[in-house]
């Protein structure tokens, strides 16, 4: 049985905001067109650690980000592909390559970049509900997230929940989906969308036979309760990691797990 948390009227009250918003962003799906980004071709600033990690993972990867990207999406993607690196040498393994894969709640999937340059998929999709949000320059978050996945072969953007998905993938990632209900309040989301049982079970369902879903959450607290939804959705464990050292910092450690049937 599943048991709906009671919310205070301040919550119902920011949901019902964020519903209104998201009903008005939806309605208004105006175009600027492909929002493309310029590359910042150097990035400065860089701490002393943060220089030598950088350094190693272009030269162990083969790719600059800043040569595609503006140099605050650059660090970014450099801070998810030093965590996905580091993952995977915790976990000991080579990470699995040339795989169909989602992503699910992919934002702006300003880091199609680093899933690319990591996973080398054979075709990547991002999943976003929230697609038509607009920001501060006109753009929406879909002429963002179309801009960055048409600098990749066959990598594509989907404005779409995901709790609707039938497609079938190899590799499925999930970084920082909602589990509780202050994150989605202050990503300004309304409560009615916080569905995590129903989000993984989604996943777990769309996961191809032998397929793997790479959860990320922040801290342990967050990927306690994800790790429960895993479980309720039939996927077995195969490894955590925590990052106590993130290459950016962040307000919680970000925690790794690999799920399998
Ligand atoms: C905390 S944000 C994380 C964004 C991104 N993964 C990142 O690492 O920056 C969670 C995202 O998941 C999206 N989301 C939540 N439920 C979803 C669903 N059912 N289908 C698709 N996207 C969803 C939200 O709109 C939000 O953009």
């Known amino acids: 049985m599943q048991v709906t948390p009671m919310r205070s009227w301040t919550q119902r009250l920011r949901s019902l905001r964020n519903r209104i918003s998201l009903l008005v962003a939806n309605r208004i799906r105006y175009s600027r067109g492909l929002h493309i980004e310029q590359p910042c071709g150097r990035i400065d600033g860089l701490s002393p650690a943060q220089q030598v990690r950088v350094t190693g ?87 963002y997230a179309q801009g960055y996945a048409g600098a990749w072969p066959a990598t594509a953007f989907r404005a779409q929940d995901y709790l609707y998905e039938t497609e079938s993938a190899e590799l499925i990632t999930c970084w920082f989906p909602f589990v509780s209900p202050e994150p989605i309040l202050a990503w300004g989301l309304s409560l009615n969308l916080l569905k995590p049982n129903e989000l993984v079970r989604s996943m777990a369902g769309n996961l191809k036979p032998g397929g793997a879903l790479l959860m990320v959450n922040h801290g342990s607290e967050e990927a306690r309760s994800a790790a429960e939804l895993c479980a309720a959705a039939g996927l077995t464990r195969q490894w955590q990691w925590m990052d106590s050292q993130p290459l950016r910092p962040r307000p919680q450690p970000p925690v790794a797990s690999y799920w399998r049937h």
């Open 57 to 143: 993972l272009r030269r162990k990867y083969g790719f600059a980000f800043e040569s595609l990207l503006s140099e605050e999406t650059s660090l970014n993607n450099y801070a998810y592909l030093d965590f996905l690196d580091r993952a995977w040498v915790a976990a000991g393994g080579a990470p699995p390559a040339g795989l169909v894969m989602a992503d699910v709640g992919c934002a702006s999937f300003w880091y199609a970049a680093a899933l690319q340059t990591f996973f080398r998929p054979r075709r990547l999709t991002g999943y976003e509900l929230e697609a038509y949000r607009r920001y501060a320059n006109g753009y929406t978050r879909q002429d």
